[in-house]
C-alpha cells in the first residue's frame, strides 16, 4: 500500500473470518482483484468492517457485520469498566465515522465488476451505537474521481436495529463531489439521489425520506456507455445533452478532462470523455452544447464504448 494490491488469478476466499474491535478496518481490500469473503462475523471495529478500496470481482456472502454488539455494549455499561473501555468505544478512530461496508469510487470502466455482495446482515448501525453518522453501506468520501464506476451489486440484505437513513448513506461522498452513484439490488438500482441519475427512469423515489442523499429507481436494465471526444478544440464547459425520445425527459452532463492530455501526445487526443448510466428501455438522441449559451458543438470525432460486463446487455 498504496501500491498495486494482490491480485490473484483465480478467486481467493476467506472463510468465516472473524474481526473485532479494531481501532480501524476489520478487513482492507486495495487495488485487488478475486478477493472474496464467505461466511464471518465483523464487529465493532472503529472505522470500517470491510473496505473495498478500488478492488473488484469479488463477493461478500453470508457476513454479519456489527456496528455495535451486544456484548460490547455490555462490557461498556458494566459497572466494572471504570471507563477504560469507553475509550476504546465502537464510534469511529481519529474523527472517521463508522461504516459497515465501504465501496470506492474509481475511474475503473471496461469490462471490470465490482462486488457481488449477498446475504449480509447488517446489525446496530445508527443512532442505537450512539456514533455520528454511523452507516452500513456507503461510498468513500475522500475520493477525488468526480464519479463511481464499479458495478457493485447488494441483494437479499438484512438489516437488525439500523435506522433507515443509515442503511445506505451517501451523504459525504456527494458532500465530495461524488454524486454518481449506483448499487444494483434485488429489483432495482440505489442511486444518488442526483438529476443525472433520477431523471431518466420512471419511479424513482428517495430513501429514508432524502436524509440517504440516495433513491431507489425499479429499473431492471441500465447500460453503461463512455463518450469520448478529442481534447483539443473542446471546451472544458461543454455539455453532453442526452434526450430520451420516449418520455422527452432529459439531462446535461459534464465532461471529463484528463490531466495528461497537456503532456501526453497520445492522451491528448482522445481524453475528454462523458461517462452514461441510461435505462436500457430509452431511446435517446444527444448532441453537445455550451454550458453557457446552450448553443451546439460539433466535436471533430466521436468515439462510444458501451462498458457493461454484460456483451449482450440488457437481453440484447
Given at each position: 500500500y498504496p501500491s498495486g494490491g494482490w491480485k490473484p488469478p483465480t478467486e481467493a476466499v476467506f472463510s468465516n473470518f472473524i474481526s473485532y474491535r479494531n481501532r480501524g478496518v476489520g478487513a482492507f481490500s486495495h487495488n485487488g482483484l478475486n478477493q472474496s469473503y464467505i461466511g464471518g462475523y465483523f464487529a465493532d471495529n472503529q472505522y470500517v468492517g470491510i473496505d473495498i478500496d478500488r478492488s473488484y470481482q469479488g463477493r461478500i456472502e453470508n457476513v454479519t457485520i456489527a456496528g455495535y454488539s451486544e456484548e460490547y455494549e455490555a462490557l461498556v455499561m458494566s459497572s466494572s469498566n471504570l471507563g477504560h473501555i469507553n475509550d476504546q468505544s465502537s464510534?469511529?478512530?481519529?474523527?472517521?465515522?463508522?461504516?459497515?461496508?465501504?465501496?470506492?469510487?474509481?475511474?475503473?470502466?471496461?469490462?471490470?465488476?465490482?462486488?457481488?455482495?449477498?446475504?449480509?446482515?447488517?446489525?446496530?448501525?445508527?443512532?442505537?451505537?450512539?456514533?455520528?453518522?454511523?452507516?452500513?453501506?456507503?461510498?468513500?468520501?475522500?475520493?477525488?474521481?468526480?464519479?463511481?464506476?464499479?458495478?457493485?451489486?447488494?441483494?437479499?440484505?438484512?438489516?437488525?436495529?439500523?435506522?433507515?437513513?443509515?442503511?445506505?448513506?451517501?451523504?459525504?461522498?456527494?458532500?465530495?463531489?461524488?454524486?454518481?452513484?449506483?448499487?444494483?439490488?434485488?429489483?432495482?438500482?440505489?442511486?444518488?439521489?442526483?438529476p443525472l441519475w433520477t431523471t431518466l427512469p420512471t419511479g424513482c423515489t428517495p430513501l429514508a425520506s432524502g436524509l440517504s442523499c440516495a433513491s431507489f429507481c425499479p429499473v431492471m436494465c441500465i447500460r453503461s456507455l463512455k463518450v469520448s471526444v478529442p481534447s483539443a478544440g473542446v471546451p472544458t464547459n461543454t455539455l453532453l445533452r442526452v434526450i430520451d425520445t420516449i418520455t422527452d425527459r432529459s439531462i446535461e452532463v459534464p465532461g471529463e478532462w484528463d490531466s495528461k492530455m497537456m503532456t501526453d501526445p497520445e492522451w491528448y487526443m482522445l481524453t475528454a470523455f462523458y461517462r452514461l448510466y441510461l435505462p436500457g428501455d430509452g431511446e435517446y438522441v444527444m448532441s453537445f452544447v455550451s454550458a453557457e449559451s446552450g448553443s451546439p458543438l460539433w466535436p471533430t470525432f466521436v468515439d462510444t464504448i458501451y462498458e457493461d460486463t454484460d456483451p449482450d446487455g440488457c437481453g440484447g
Open positions: 464510534c469511529g478512530y481519529n474523527n472517521k465515522v463508522q461504516r459497515g461496508i465501504q465501496i470506492h469510487a474509481a475511474k475503473s470502466g471496461g469490462a471490470n465488476s465490482g462486488y457481488k455482495i449477498s446475504g449480509v446482515r447488517f446489525q446496530r448501525f445508527g443512532s442505537i451505537t450512539g456514533c455520528w453518522d454511523s452507516a452500513a453501506i456507503d461510498v468513500d468520501s475522500r475520493e477525488d474521481s468526480g464519479y463511481f464506476d464499479p458495478r457493485t451489486s447488494f441483494k437479499s440484505i438484512n438489516y437488525e436495529n439500523v435506522d433507515d437513513a443509515s442503511r445506505i448513506n451517501v451523504c459525504d461522498a456527494e458532500l465530495n463531489n461524488i454524486d454518481y452513484v449506483n448499487f444494483e439490488t434485488d429489483s432495482g438500482y440505489v442511486v444518488s439521489d442526483n
